[in-house]
């Protein structure tokens, strides 16, 4: 975990925000290669369709800046608690979830974008003034390109933290 000095907190907090920008940016060019039909697929049958973690990485900074820090209520409580949990196989089984029962790709993109906007504005207002922030590792691990490929793509054990996990 991340240790600040409170003297360099507004060059930390600098130092975040362009890390997290660039994180963003990564995972965006990676979301843009894909063909929009592929959105609704389910790559590997054990793990989610790829519209989950279009929606997944912004509602975890929701959930760990917005609503966690600052209390702020969700901007859509449904698309929130879909983005934070995804549609859960039931007893154990292979994903049953058909894709109508996700929303269209817009619908995705607009919530992805309002979520980030609002993320950005609040670490934008945070102090930084605590010594360690757990949001700022894990933020960036989640945001890493190679790791939303390993959600997606390879039949790892790991992936985006809290993907797995509630």
Avoid at 22 to 51: C, G, N, V, W, Y
Avoid at 74 to 89: E, R
Avoid at 118 to 127: G, I, P, V
């Amino acid at each position: 975990m991340r240790s600040i000095n409170p003297a360099n907190a507004v060059e930390f907090k600098d130092s975040i925000r362009m890390e997290l920008e660039e994180a963003s940016r990564q995972t965006d060019l990676l979301f843009d290669m894909l063909d929009p039909s592929a959105f609704h697929e389910r790559p590997i049958a054990e793990r989610h369709r790829i519209i989950f973690y279009l929606g997944h990485l912004e509602a975890f900074d929701w959930n760990l800046v917005c609503d966690a820090s600052f209390g702020m209520k969700p901007l859509d409580a449904g698309l929130q608690q879909l983005f934070a949990f995804g549609i859960d196989p039931v007893d154990g089984n292979l994903p049953s979830d058909k894709t109508s029962d996700w929303p269209p790709i817009e619908t995705v993109q607009r919530f992805k974008d309002q979520a980030r906007q609002a993320a950005d504005a609040c670490l934008a207002k945070a102090s930084f003034s605590t010594r360690e922030h757990p949001y700022l590792e894990n933020g960036l691990i989640s945001r890493s390109p190679s790791n939303i490929a390993s959600c997606i793509w390879k039949r790892s054990a790991t992936c985006c933290t809290g993907c797995l996990s509630r």
